[in-house]
């Protein structure tokens, strides 16, 4: 079935445990004009071996062995092979649906859109819970300038912009933008920097509300997280963004959504640092250096409306009492912190 060709690029690093699984769900899709593009970034496990075997079973998989580089090189390496009009990049622990090309390539190239998103089942040993679209999400939607400069940050989550895997894209239109997977590899966001640069570029997307994909969450991929560095890597992917609204020329209005967006990085990545179970002393000097960095870093980037002031006012020694309270007391620390973060907002809105 299908006459376009539809390339699937699968990053692949140390998961024998689960290749199989993965690899089986590509091969059995309902829609069979696909090249499997499977990238072994450099595994010490049998998942090369593995990859050998699907590459003889199979003529639609091409194997490409490279060192370990990363999530980012394997993605963009499978990406620069790629011949296929549209492409999907699948984790190499997930699986998904029998018919997710078939329904996902209908939905993009019936509605002529650059992007499709589904819905998807993200599951544990314990737990599986489905991630969709709200009622009043409509498909297809496109995307203009003046939606990035007043509503950048609800679109992002609206379309589940902080994920590739659960996507097909138009191959044309990622090449056209220049956007790439980059992230180097100690940092977290590859994904996020992807899709965050290419909603810059006013993208039509189109949605199916249906599970297609199932993530897996497992208990080590949260350790690998935990070792990377979040606040600089957020300070390198918001940097990214700001560049990219510079070379295509977006007007002072979205400095604010720029500046909601950095806010959120900074929360994260603040949590991420009391996360890292240091003692008191550690942490407070720790906290010190997070908000002399990020005091640099405004200074250095005026498209932020925000001030070292502003910085002042969002109390990071809050935050870590939140973080560190008793949970009786939680709550309380939650609406102090909650009201501090609104003013924030609010002065940054203004």
């Not at 079935?1 to 309902?30: A, F, H």
């Not at 350790?223 to 007007?251: A, P, W």
Request: with cysteine; charged share 25%; aromatic share 10%.
């Amino acid at each position: 079935m299908g006459k376009v060709l539809i390339s699937l690029i699968v990053p692949i690093y140390n998961v024998e445990k689960y290749l199989k699984v993965c690899l089986e769900s590509i091969i059995k899709q309902t829609y069979n004009n696909i090249e499997i593009i499977l990238v072994n970034d450099g595994s010490t496990d049998s998942s090369f071996q593995i990859c050998k075997y699907y590459e003889e079973y199979d003529s639609r998989v091409i194997l490409i062995d490279k060192k370990n580089e990363g999530l980012s090189s394997a993605r963009q390496a499978g990406i620069n092979k790629a011949k296929g009009e549209f492409f999907c990049t699948v984790d190499s622990d997930d699986y998904i649906e029998k018919d997710f090309v078939e329904k996902m390539y209908t939905q993009i190239s019936k509605e002529e859109s650059d992007i499709c998103v589904c819905a998807t089942r993200q599951y544990s040993k314990n737990s599986s819970k489905i991630y969709g679209f709200t009622q009043d999400v409509k498909s297809p939607v496109d995307i203009t300038l003046e939606d990035i400069e007043t509503i950048y940050n609800i679109l992002l989550g609206r379309y589940h912009m902080s994920d590739s895997w659960n996507k097909i894209y138009r191959t044309d239109f990622v090449k056209n933008t220049e956007v790439e997977f980059s992230l180097s590899k100690e940092y977290n966001g590859t994904d996020l920097l992807f899709n965050h640069l290419l909603l810059l570029h006013l993208p039509k997307i189109s949605i199916i509300n249906e599970p297609l994909y199932n993530y897996q969450i497992l208990e080590n991929s949260r350790v690998r997280r935990k070792n990377k560095q979040l606040q600089k890597g957020f300070m390198i992917i918001i940097s990214r963004i700001i560049k990219e609204v510079e070379t295509l020329k977006y007007s002072k209005l979205i400095n604010n959504q720029l500046s909601c967006l950095y806010v959120n990085f900074l929360r994260a990545a603040a949590q991420d640092v009391f996360n890292s179970g240091i003692n008191s002393k550690e942490l407070k000097h720790k906290f010190n250096e997070f908000q002399m960095e990020n005091r640099k870093f405004l200074i250095d980037n005026p498209r932020l409306s925000l001030t070292t002031k502003h910085m002042d006012t969002f109390s990071l020694k809050l935050f870590c009492h939140f973080l560190n309270a008793e949970s009786s007391m939680k709550l309380i620390n939650y609406f102090i912190l909650r009201q501090r973060t609104l003013k924030l907002l609010g002065k940054i809105q203004k």
